[in-house]
C-alpha cells in the first residue's frame, strides 16, 4: 500500500514482472477491497496471487520508530514477516524507506559477520552497469562498514550483473593513497589483502562513478545519497536542457524528427525506471525498496530484482563471503596504518 499511485502501480508490476518470471507468485498485502479489483483484470495473476487483508498502513511521514511501535499489522510489516517466516522470498515496498529499513532489520535481523545492513543499486555507466552502496543507511561509517560494504557489493554484482569477479573502488577526494581520511586508508588495507572473488582497485574519484571506472562503489551513506541525488538531478537537468533545445525553433524540430530513434535509445538506456530498487544488503532475508513515485514498470524492475536475488541464493553468498573473509582487530589494523 506505499507508494504515490498503490495499490495500482504494486498490482500493475507484478503484472508486468510475471510475463518475465511466469513461475513467480505473489502476496498482497493491504485493503482487499482495493486490490482485488485489479487483481481480477489481470490475466497473468489469475490463480498467481494471494490477497492478505489489512487496514492498516505505513504513512510516508511516520517517523520509523512510530512505525515499529504501531505498525506490526501494516501491510509492510506483514510483507517482511512473510520473509522472515519463510512464505515469501523477498518483500518489494514503494512505501517509507525509514520504516521499511527499521522494520526489516528488526524482523529479519543482520546476517553473521556484518554491523549494518546497506542500501544498494544498480545504474547505468559509459561502460555497462556499476553497484553502488551504501546510499542512504549510513551515515557514519568505520573501516570495518566499508569493508562489509565492499563484500556485500561484490555478491551483488555477481548475482545481478553476472561478473564473476568484480572489481572494488572506495570513493574517495583522490586517488593517490595518501589522500583521504583514516577510514577509507584503513579499509582500502584491510581491501588490499582479502582472498575473496574480487579486485580491489584503490581508490576511485565522483567522475568514476559515471565512467563504470569499477563494478562496485562504495562509501558511507552520507556521501553515496549525495551522489545518487546528484547524478538525478544533472539527469533531469540534462533532460529538460535537450528537450527545450529541441523546442527552440522549427529546425531544430525538425532535427529531433530526425534524430528521434537515436533519442528513444538514449532514453531507453538511461530510463530510471529500468534501475528501480534499493536492496537492503546484510540482512537475513530480501528487502527491496522501490522508488515511491515510480510506474509499474518500474515496480516490476524492483520485483524482479528480489526474484533474482532470491533465485541466485543473495543471503547466502554474503554468508559464505563472510564465513571466508573472516574477522580483523581493527585497532591492530589501525596501528599498522600508522
Request: proline share 4%.
Amino acid at each position: 500500500m506505499g507508494g504515490d499511485n498503490a495499490p495500482r502501480i504494486v498490482v500493475r508490476g507484478a503484472d508486468i514482472a510475471r510475463e518475465r518470471y511466469p513461475d513467480a507468485r505473489f502476496l498482497f498485502f493491504g485493503d482487499k477491497a482495493r486490490i482485488e479489483p485489479l487483481v481480477t483484470r489481470s490475466r497473468r495473476l489469475q490463480g498467481a496471487t494471494d490477497i492478505r487483508h489489512t487496514d492498516e498502513i505505513v504513512a510516508a511521514d511516520d517517523k520509523p520508530s512510530q512505525a515499529l511501535r504501531r505498525g506490526r499489522r501494516s501491510s509492510m510489516r506483514l510483507a517482511i514477516d512473510a520473509v522472515a517466516e519463510g512464505a515469501a522470498a523477498g518483500a518489494v515496498s514503494a512505501g517509507n524507506t525509514g520504516a521499511l529499513m527499521a522494520m526489516s532489520k528488526v524482523v529479519l535481523k543482520t546476517l553473521p559477520g556484518i554491523d549494518r545492513p546497506a542500501i544498494a543499486s544498480f545504474f547505468p555507466t559509459q561502460r555497462g552497469e556499476s553497484v553502488m552502496l551504501d546510499l542512504g543507511a549510513n551515515v557514519e561509517c568505520d573501516a570495518n562498514n566499508l569493508v562489509q560494504f565492499a563484500v556485500m557489493g561484490a555478491a551483488f554484482a555477481r548475482t545481478v550483473l553476472g561478473v564473476q569477479t568484480p572489481t572494488v573502488g572506495l570513493l574517495n577526494v583522490g586517488e593517490e593513497d595518501l589522500k583521504g581520511n583514516d577510514t577509507v586508508k584503513l579499509a582500502a588495507q584491510l581491501l588490499r589483502d582479502t582472498t575473496l572473488p574480487l579486485a580491489f582497485e584503490g581508490f576511485i574519484e565522483g567522475d568514476d562513478i559515471a565512467g563504470g571506472t569499477t563494478d562496485v562503489i562504495v562509501t558511507d551513506g552520507f556521501t553515496g545519497n549525495v551522489a545518487l541525488k546528484t547524478a538525478e538531478g544533472t539527469a533531469k537537468l540534462y533532460s529538460t536542457f535537450l528537450r527545450r533545445a529541441f523546442q527552440k525553433s522549427p529546425m531544430s524540430r525538425l532535427g529531433y524528427l530526425l534524430a528521434k530513434g537515436a533519442m528513444s535509445t538514449l532514453r531507453e538506456r538511461v530510463d530510471p525506471r529500468h534501475y528501480n530498487g534499493g536492496v537492503f544488503l546484510g540482512l537475513n532475508g530480501i528487502s527491496v525498496k522501490s522508488h515511491g513515485g515510480t510506474d509499474g514498470i518500474g515496480f516490476a524492475t524492483a520485483i524482479g530484482l528480489a526474484i533474482d536475488m532470491a533465485a541466485d541464493n543473495l543471503t547466502g553468498r554474503i554468508t559464505q563471503d563472510f564465513k571466508r573473509f573472516g574477522s580483523f582487530d581493527e585497532p591492530q589494523a589501525q596501528a599498522a596504518v600508522s
